[in-house]
């Protein structure tokens, strides 16, 4: 099912709580993303890594952290200091080399506050 | 950066119809432009893709222009069948690797 993996696929967060998500890939891609996406909405980039022990913020990254330590995993910690933190979520990862390069996605976590 | 926009929002089509969902990009230096389609509750998928050096691409029903100049570029659906229905993200890719998707347009096919 595509070499990416999220987990857990559902998350129920309480106020104040940090809490991560996984995504591990196995296609040995270089770049790896991290979008969120609310209901009826696109797809909003939170982090991205290109290398191993490297990362960068994209257009919402207050009140998420990432580390990227190994080249397969790249996960995301939602802070207690996101305060809407209810969306979807999704991991993605493609290859650096070339010229076009195809975005693949895992199957996202649906991260919701109670 | 990059801004991709995308229309329209919501498209309702008789089964068999046509669809077609048109975007624009700001940045003239990006060069690839994929179309990912997304089903309630499931990952984006990749449709079809065209290339800057490439004006027009076919896959069965589906089909993709790109026009430069003008920084426009379109999905052109034929035949819609209810299965067509879902979710369709426009993307542009420029130097460094970075996507930026459009607002998405959703997609419903009457049977």
């Known amino acids: 099912d595509g070499g990416i993996t999220q987990s857990p696929k559902y998350l129920f967060r309480k106020e104040g709580q940090n809490v991560t998500l996984s995504c591990e890939q196995n296609?040995?891609?270089?770049?790896m993303y991290w979008y969120r996406q609310d209901p009826g909405q696109g797809l909003r980039l939170i982090y991205y890594?290109?290398?191993?022990?490297?990362?960068q913020k994209g257009d919402i990254a207050e009140g998420y952290s990432v580390s990227r330590e190994k080249k397969e995993s790249f996960p995301l910690t939602v802070t207690s200091a996101q305060k809407n933190p209810t969306a979807f979520y999704l991991c993605?990862?493609?290859?650096?080399?070339?010229?076009?390069?195809?975005?693949?996605f895992g199957p996202g976590t649906r991260l919701t506050v109670l | 950066g990059e801004n991709v926009e995308q229309h329209p929002s919501t498209l309702s089509v008789q089964e068999g119809d046509s669809a077609v969902i048109k975007c624009t990009y700001s940045?003239?230096?990006?060069?690839?432009f994929p179309w990912y389609k997304q089903e309630l509750g499931k990952r984006p998928q990749l449709i079809i893709d065209?290339?800057?050096?490439?004006g027009e691409k076919k896959d069965q029903r589906i089909a993709v222009t790109l026009n430069k100049t003008a920084k426009h570029f379109s999905l052109h659906i034929t035949e819609t069948q209810p299965e067509d229905s879902a979710v369709y993200f426009c993307?542009?890719?420029?130097?460094?690797?970075?996507?930026?998707f459009g607002g998405g347009t959703r997609l419903m096919v009457k049977p």
């Open positions: 993307a542009a890719y420029n130097a460094g690797n970075m996507l930026t």
């Open positions: 940045d003239s230096a990006s060069n690839y």
């Open positions: 890594s290109q290398i191993v022990n490297d990362f």
């Open positions: 065209i290339r800057s050096n490439v």
């Open positions: 993605a990862s493609t290859l650096t080399s070339g010229f076009y390069n195809e975005q693949f």
């Open positions: 296609l040995n891609h270089d770049a």
